[in-house]
Nanobody, 119 residues
Framework: QVQVVESGGGLVQPGGSLSLSCAVS????????MDWYRQAPGKERELVAF???????RYTDLAKGRFTISRDDLKNTMYLHMGSLKPEDTANYFC?????????????WGQGTNVAVSS
């Protein structure tokens, strides 16, 4: 089992910055992928950025140039640093942790943290 807790959301003005955290605990030895997703009101959940199993960073088009991800393995925490925020970035931001072991893959989601971009 893996527990995932996101934090750091809040209200920010357009053009501002915000950093989110994703704390992971439990059976972390089997982590294969660590992803950031978001879901805006009335829209489908979409991938923002992720770490591959080798630790490489990947960004989707909505994140390139504005968002970066990092991780602190000592704290078992992943971060999403967001800049140049726009009202359309308003969403609930989630972590998804994929584990692999025993021939099976499992996905664990947190509850999300809300980000509102508004003046």
């Amino acid at each position: 089992q893996v527990q995932v807790v996101e934090s750091g959301g809040g209200l920010v003005q357009p053009g501002g910055s915000l950093s989110l955290s994703c704390a992971v605990s439990g059976n972390i030895a089997r982590i294969y992928h660590m992803d950031w997703y978001r879901q805006a009101p009335g829209k489908e959940r979409e991938l923002v950025a992720f770490f591959t199993h080798s630790g490489s960073r990947r960004y989707t088009d909505l994140a390139k140039g504005r968002f970066t991800i990092s991780r602190d393995d000592l704290k078992n925490t992943m971060y999403l640093h967001m800049g140049s925020l726009k009202p359309e970035d308003t969403a609930n931001y989630f972590c998804k942790i994929q584990t692999i072991g025993g021939g099976a893959s499992k996905n664990y989601w947190g509850q999300g943290t809300n980000v509102a971009v508004s003046s």
